[in-house]
């Protein structure tokens, strides 16, 4: 009952900051593509995708505080 709030607030923060602009963002790699901006079209379509996740983390509640851009600190091998 007392997490509704929390988690409107999450679905409009994660609507606002992540979704629509990846919206935008698929709309002009779509673009793009139809007038052969090969190298614009792989751009807006990787950050459609990565608002995409984002927002994903976000409705699902991941706590991504200790992730950041480097590939070698977030790769975890049982190697």
């Not at 009952?1 to 609507?15: I, K």
């Not at 698929?26 to 995708?49: I, P």
Request: aromatic share 16%; hydrophobic share 45%; with cysteine.
């Amino acid at each position: 009952m007392f997490d509704t709030p929390l988690n409107h607030f999450q679905s409009v923060c994660a609507g606002s900051f992540f979704i629509a602009p990846a919206d935008q963002n698929y709309f002009l790699a779509r673009f793009s593509k139809f007038t052969d901006l090969g190298n614009e079209f792989w751009w807006q379509a990787l950050q459609a995708v990565e608002k995409y996740l984002k927002a994903g983390l976000v409705l699902n509640k991941v706590s991504v505080k200790s992730f950041n851009h480097s590939l070698d600190s977030n790769i975890k091998c049982n190697g």
